[in-house]
């Protein structure tokens, strides 16, 4: 028989263990891909599963924002665990927010608990000051009106006057996560707009940032020709006669 796991603070990635697979250039050439490009390019890699189910922006015109994923994780609640008294524990959500390093997304498996919200206004304002680039969860947050002044970008799915511990049991941070559905690693890419997030896992970010801006580039130019006149059928996707016409447009 197994040995269960003993709960313990784990090993967290360093400030410059993300800074090394993520640089301000990669940044601004990421900040101009849509999530949209971004589920494609996978696609044709054949990643089909990258996007976070039930993380939606919870302010609308938050901004494109990418930045390496900070791990977070709660499992159903059990009442000897899941108590107001956890929340001074070593390992808490407070204790996870002090090792946040500054530009990471926090990615935080709620597992799909909507009755229950896992961070509030303190604690969002608490991460704003530390620096964190945005909140993106499966769950859903309380002190909705807090929350929002706090600035702190969020993707969630919703949110609900109870606190965690009504419905989830917090355990443990830097570890790999399911959110939303999804498979998501401490220092895999997050790309977050308004169509949700998505995760760029970190083997595949030179490939992204070889092709993603050219698809923007390629989709931009059908645009413009459909808002010429022209018909579909050959121009997206396009036929060998209107690739040639798009590789003299960028001539």
Request: aromatic share 6%; hydrophobic share 45%; proline share 8%.
């Amino acid at each position: 028989m197994a040995v269960p796991r003993k709960m313990r603070a784990p090993s967290i990635p360093t400030g410059a263990d993300f800074a090394m697979s993520l640089t301000p250039e990669a940044i601004a050439t990421l900040s101009r891909v849509s999530t949209a490009t971004i589920t494609t390019v996978l696609l044709k890699k054949g990643l089909r599963n990258v996007w976070m189910r039930g993380s939606r922006p919870l302010r609308p015109g938050q901004p494109r924002l990418v930045g390496p994923a900070f791990t977070l994780r709660f499992v159903p609640a059990r009442e000897d665990l899941a108590t107001p008294e956890s929340w001074s524990s070593p390992i808490s959500t407070r204790t996870a927010i002090e090792a946040m390093p500054e530009g990471c997304i926090a990615v935080v498996d709620a597992m799909g608990v909507t009755d229950a919200g896992i961070f509030g206004d303190i604690l969002c304002a608490r991460m704003a000051k530390r620096g964190v680039a945005a909140l993106v969860t499966d769950g859903v947050v309380r002190d909705l009106e807090g929350v929002l002044g706090t600035g702190l970008p969020v993707w969630c799915d919703g949110f609900a006057a109870p606190p965690s511990v009504a419905g989830l049991t917090f355990v443990g941070w830097g570890e790999p996560i399911g959110c939303g559905g999804v498979a998501i690693f401490p220092n895999d890419i997050i790309v977050a707009d308004q169509d949700g997030a998505v995760v760029i896992p970190a083997a595949f970010l030179d490939l992204i940032l070889a092709e993603g801006a050219e698809q923007e580039r390629m989709e931009a130019w059908i645009v413009d020709q459909v808002n010429a006149g022209a018909v579909l059928p050959g121009l997206y996707p396009m036929n060998a006669e209107t690739k040639a016409r798009y590789a003299a447009s960028k001539k």
